[in-house]
């Protein structure tokens, strides 16, 4: 989370006009992922839009997008998380990122080269995930 010492995906930001970056990066100061959820769902509050008037709604839609893929490279995935726990990381990512929900491997594919360090978060959500799954199958295979 913010405050330690990992890297961030910043290239979400860079992405963004000078005008929309600086609303994004204002909102990443205050706000909780679950506060960008919720913008994502329900629009924008008022109080980002008064203070923003110039943004037109298709930024606010390309801002949320940015700030919420942002906050999700804060994680330090590890095998603490559980698989549901994972799957709603990838979930949000992919609906970030406009996919169907389904196939994180093609989540990753579109991240691999772009976005470096949001790419080595998704691989070791990938990565954990196959593990236990691995570990699930060989237990079942003891079993029998």
Do not use: C
């Not at 600086?22 to 109080?47: P, R």
């Not at 990512?93 to 976005?115: I, R, S």
Request: net charge positive.
């Amino acid at each position: 989370m913010p405050g330690t010492n990992h890297q961030v995906e910043s290239q979400f930001l860079d992405n963004l006009s000078l005008s929309a970056r600086s609303a994004a990066e204002d909102m990443l100061t205050h706000d909780t992922l679950k506060k960008f959820l919720n913008y994502q769902a329900q629009g924008v509050s008022g109080f980002y839009t008064k203070k923003y008037p110039n943004i037109t709604q298709i930024e606010w839609d390309k801002i949320i997008r940015a700030v919420i893929l942002t906050k999700l490279s804060y994680f330090e995935i590890n095998n603490y998380f559980t698989n549901q726990e994972l799957d709603k990381w990838l979930e949000i990512a992919q609906d970030a990122f406009q996919q169907p929900h389904g196939n994180p491997v093609t989540l990753y594919k579109t991240v691999e080269n772009k976005y470096s360090v949001f790419a080595k978060v998704v691989k070791t959500a990938l990565l954990i995930k196959q593990q236990r799954l691995k570990k699930a199958q060989a237990a079942q295979a003891r079993a029998r």
